[in-house]
């Protein structure tokens, strides 16, 4: 049997606070529990402590012991989002909400988009758009950019609204097909007036506000059907998880 060491036990509590089972704020197992859950000795469950403590998702807190930290800096991708839809049924991390859902069809005018979905600039495309909040503020501008191909089998696509259940799980219910995605490609640009709208940024109109974008392709057997694109608001860390 393989031996559990601390990075292993730091991992648990990371996904277990990331999925909301430990809540911010909230204490965290005494080092009893964990010596016993894991059939580690004390010296293994402090360094698992220690490390959950440099990543910023424990705290000290005075009469308490360790708690959860109050994360409101950190934000997740689209990738993890999904692999927490997977997990635990929900996309959102605690405190979480998503705000402004809408559906259009537009013609591409980005040629990486364009690449990515495997179309000619300026084809048509069904775009969703939503913005993610963390306790309220806005963290995120996502916009999906979804072949549409998919409108054949999903012509819910088109529906204003949040979507329930995540349209690719509909599609590949209908269609048998399995959706996989690529590693996310991290960059960054400057942010347009529109996303510093949605975002809530205040800034002059001739300044220059650079953002983190990442780029997620998704893909089914016969080909590129979605490009994700996210927009992260300054001044926030983002995690894969």
């Not at 393989?2 to 996904?15: M, S, V």
């Not at 004390?42 to 440099?54: D, G, M, P």
């Amino acid at each position: 049997m393989a031996r559990t060491g601390y990075t292993d036990i730091a991992a648990y509590y990371r996904q277990q606070i990331d999925d909301g089972a430990l809540e911010q704020g909230g204490p965290m197992p005494s080092m009893r529990d964990v010596t016993e859950k894991f059939k580690v000795s004390i010296t293994t469950a402090n360094r698992a402590y220690q490390l959950l403590k440099h990543e910023g998702y424990t705290v000290a807190k005075a009469g308490v012991g360790t708690v959860v930290a109050n994360r409101t800096h950190i934000v997740a991708t689209g990738a993890a989002r999904i692999d927490r839809l997977t997990r635990t049924d929900t996309p959102y991390t605690p405190g979480e909400t998503s705000t402004d859902h809408v559906a259009m069809m537009r013609s591409c005018a980005d040629p990486d988009i364009a690449t990515q979905l495997g179309i000619e600039l300026y084809d048509e495309i069904v775009i969703r758009r939503r913005v993610f909040r963390k306790d309220g503020r806005p963290t995120v501008v996502a916009v999906s950019c979804i072949h549409p191909r998919a409108l054949a089998a999903v012509p819910e696509l088109m529906t204003q609204g949040q979507l329930k259940p995540f349209w690719q799980v509909t599609y590949r219910e209908r269609t048998g097909k399995e959706v996989n995605r690529s590693p996310e490609r991290r960059g960054a640009r400057l942010a347009s007036t529109d996303e510093l709208n949605a975002l809530e940024v205040e800034a002059p109109p001739s300044a220059a506000v650079p953002v983190l974008v990442l780029h997620t392709t998704h893909h089914d057997e016969d080909g590129p059907i979605e490009v994700w694109e996210d927009v992260h608001a300054p001044g926030l860390w983002q995690v894969s998880e």
